[in-house]
């Protein structure tokens, strides 16, 4: 049977992760999202997704400092990235130094090692070719940062609020698995021909860069920007409603009722709530909003997707556009990583058929 895009065939079995659109539920490893990431770190919640099991005191203590080590990236990798052309777009410049990490050495390693040093890599890879392509001076990793606070520091050379470093993991950890997307399935078909764990995750950064899957919350960022007050939202709203404007940050391809991962990142927003303008005003908003397109669209249940308070944590930590696909890419290399090794322990190679037509 032909399905165009192979839009609902199913192509794999897999024990990561689940997304139930008509429930609102996404589970990693059988585990509802909130329950797998709850009081965890990025590091944790990584392990959980890799192995199927949270980690002991023991390795979690060894799995922080593999993170530590590779954060020091090779010294030619960092050579690589100065010869770079500035004008090339920050994903394109991540995936030529993630491939460059396909050594003889490195593809030595056991693949789960190989998984946790691209994901410990992949941030300061981000940051240094950043401030390079801006003109600024690379900053050193910090190892006495966790993950998520080191990623903000080598950005912008200064540490980063609490309530911004646990916004921004609360993210990472929301947005590291979303069962057979584009650039997961794009990793699994690469390292489905008995390729390497670096050329998959190549092949999903590739994928990651088209805007139709990777396509950053831009839009949502512009609407804050013109609301910026509580007291502008039904101008602003009721303006875009009668001029017929889709009111970006709502409404989602899967789910039909509320996106779980809003949900989770509202609740972490109301938690932080006086400690940030900008995710103070996207919570305001969200509940205006809502009511508002009710009052419009009455029976069309639109919801908040990820990408409405995705868009004010970027803003309240102050990250330009052009690092919101590559921040995203910073979460899912974990979900890819955990397909390439579930894709490597029993593999088929992927082969569908074509169908001829005359034109």
Same mark, same amino acid.
């Given at each position: 049977m032909f399905r165009k895009g192979l839009k609902d065939v199913v192509a794999v079995q897999t024990a990561i992760a689940s997304v139930e659109g008509d429930t609102g539920e996404l589970r990693y490893r059988g585990k509802l999202v909130d329950g797998a990431i709850e009081n965890r770190s990025f590091e944790e919640t990584a392990y959980f997704l890799w192995n199927g099991e949270f980690p002991a005191k023991s390795q979690y203590a060894e799995l922080k400092a593999e993170f530590t080590k590779y954060r020091k990236l090779p010294g030619y990798i960092e050579g690589i990235a100065q010869e770079l052309p500035k004008d090339m777009l920050l994903m394109d410049a991540m995936r030529t130094l993630i491939s460059a990490y396909a050594t003889k050495e490195f593809s030595a390693l056991p693949v789960i090692k190989q998984a946790a040093a691209i994901t410990a890599a992949l941030p300061v890879i981000t940051a240094m070719l950043y401030r390079i392509q801006t003109g600024q001076q690379i900053i050193a990793p910090a190892d006495h940062l966790?993950? %998520?606070?080191?990623?903000?520091? !080598? @950005?912008? /050379?200064?540490? &980063?609020?609490?309530?911004? %470093?646990e916004a921004l993991e609360t993210y990472l950890k929301l947005t590291m698995e979303h069962g057979m997307n584009a650039s997961t399935f794009a990793a699994r078909v690469t390292v489905s021909t008995e390729s390497d764990m670096v050329a998959a995750v190549t092949s999903a950064l590739g994928t990651m860069k088209g805007p139709l899957h990777g396509g950053a919350?831009? /839009?949502?960022? $512009?609407?804050?920007?013109?609301?910026? %007050?509580? *007291?502008? @939202?039904?101008? +602003?709203? #009721?303006?875009?409603?009668? *001029?017929?404007?889709?009111? !970006?940050?709502?409404?989602?391809?899967?789910?039909?009722?509320? $996106? &779980?991962?809003?949900? @989770?990142?509202?609740?972490?927003?109301?938690?932080?709530?006086?400690? $940030?303008?900008?995710? $103070?005003?996207?919570?305001? =908003?969200?509940?205006?909003?809502?009511?508002?397109?009710?009052?419009?669209?009455? /029976?069309? =249940? #639109?919801?908040?997707? +990820?990408?409405?308070? =995705?868009?004010?944590?970027m803003?309240?930590?102050?990250? &330009?556009?052009? @690092?919101?696909?590559?921040?995203?890419?910073?979460?899912?290399?974990? /979900?890819? %990583? =955990?397909?390439? !090794?579930?894709?490597?322990s029993d593999n088929v190679i992927f082969r569908p058929q074509s169908e001829y037509v005359k034109n």
């Open positions: 966790s993950h %998520t606070a080191n990623y903000l520091w !080598m @950005l912008t /050379g200064k540490e &980063p609020a609490p309530a911004q %470093t919350p831009s /839009g949502v960022i $512009d609407l804050l920007n013109e609301i910026r %007050t509580a *007291n502008n @939202l039904d101008r +602003v709203i #009721l303006t875009k409603l009668d *001029n017929g404007e889709k009111i !970006m940050g709502f409404g989602h391809r899967i789910y039909r009722t509320e $996106d &779980p991962r809003s949900i @989770l990142l509202r609740q972490k927003c109301l938690e932080l709530q006086g400690h $940030d303008d900008w995710l $103070d005003l996207a919570v305001d =908003a969200e509940k205006r909003i809502v009511h508002l397109l009710n009052e419009r669209k009455p /029976g069309r =249940a #639109l919801y908040t997707n +990820v990408e409405f308070y =995705a868009a004010a944590i803003r309240s930590i102050e990250m &330009p556009p052009e @690092l919101f696909t590559p921040t995203f890419s910073i979460a899912r290399i974990v /979900g890819w %990583t =955990a397909h390439i !090794m579930e894709q490597q």
